[in-house]
């Protein structure tokens, strides 16, 4: 039986085979997923009008039962849940940690701790999520299943037990990164618990690959894919999405920071919190709020450990 056949797709009307394995290449194979849409997606991938793509996510809404809620209700169902940093004056500044629904940027430079935050987070999610797993779409090769032992030992937690739920995939290029990004929805069809995806880090590959002007535009357009899969998962699933980017220096920045992340607005417009981090004084790191939907920007400085993320002592 073709893979079509025995989707739950076919219950839309107007969506046949065809449509189905369209939607399936840019990781739409349920009806919640048509429902969420939108309908440009829609008309672009599946060449159909805007009328019939607006039908179609319309009967795909209406077979959901989406409707109104009060605001109550609202607020219980996106339970925002979070993820400490290890460190309380971190946390603090974010509001209790990471939060889930939604794509959180850290950039910073080489060395500035994006991937200890990364190990970090794994290990505090899974301690606090006993059946819990972690994606991890490693694009620099730069994660360490010793630096998770050493950072769950610190915790006393059982190292084999939070290393056995690290989902790490490496990622050789940005069309195999897509494709990770596109495969973590099975996980949940396995009833795999994913209570945090990591990418670290997003832009390296797409950064690398795509070269000179004429590329821009492509690079764009995948990377818009790529972010909106994710999105899609964190807010479908009501997790946190944990994204790396490195920084260029803009030379033409006279006042405040010339160090700007990568990919520019497709990525600030996609993410709900971005976090810039840079070395501090005497082996500290600094962390500094620089966007956030409600918060106001604010700066912290901590310690990385052989133990982990650690708070300044006073
Ligand atoms: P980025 O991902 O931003 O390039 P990293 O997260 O890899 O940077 O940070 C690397 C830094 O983390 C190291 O330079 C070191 O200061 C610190 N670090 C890594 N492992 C340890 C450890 N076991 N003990 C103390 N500090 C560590
Ligand atoms: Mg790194």
Redesign the pocket.
Known sequence: MAKSEKSELTQLEGVGPATIEKLATVGIDNILGVAVAHPATLVEVCGMTEPTARKIIKAAREKMGFGFVDGITQEESLKISRISTNSKKFDAILDGGIKSGGITEVY????????????QLTVNVLLDNPKGVVVYIDT?N?FSAA?IR?MSRAKKADEEDILKRVYVAKAYNSDHQIFLSEQIESLFKQEKQVVLIVV??VMAHFRAEYVGRGTLADRQQKLNKHLHTLQKIADIHNIPVFV?NQVTTNVGVMFGNPEQAIGGNILSHTAREIIY?RKGKA?SRVAKLVDSNYLQDAEVSYI????GIQDLEE
């Open positions: 910073g430079q080489f060395g500035s701790g994006k991937t200890q935050l990364g190990h620099e730069t630096r050493q670290d880090s790396t981090l082996g990385v450990t052989e133990d």
